[in-house]
């Protein structure tokens, strides 16, 4: 039981950080304002989170959680002190980055959501924004015209 739950916590972290780093480009997109904003919120919200557990507990709360469960589980089956990351690295890419790589990484693109935030809030302030747009017009040789 407790390898399963540990499981589905390092599911749900990979599936958190799948959304933190696929979303970014949302922050460069003026095409759906909506989902932009609720990508920011979480965006805003997942660092903070990560920053203060970071700060906390030395590593992202899920790792804790889910280092706990697979270590209650029974001795035969393998458990590991190391960060999700490291882990999820090693298992898509057989790669082992050092802390401090993954730490560099996320600081950058901690970064570049920052920088993708403010695109976004200047963007949506912008002047050209607030002008209408102009319906499609049917013509009569049956072609679209602006």
Known sequence: MWPVLGSMVD???????????????????????????????????????????QAALGECFLTTISSDLWQRSPASLPSSNEWFTVRLAKWVFDMTPSHRAIVVLSELLILLTAVGALFAVRASSSPLRALPRHPRVRTQRNHWAS
């Open 11 to 53: 599911v749900v972290h990979a599936l958190l950080m799948a959304g933190w780093i696929l979303g970014l480009p949302l922050l460069f997109v003026r095409r759906w304002p909506r989902l932009t904003q609720a990508y920011g919120v979480y965006a805003i919200a997942f660092i903070v989170t990560s920053q203060l557990s």
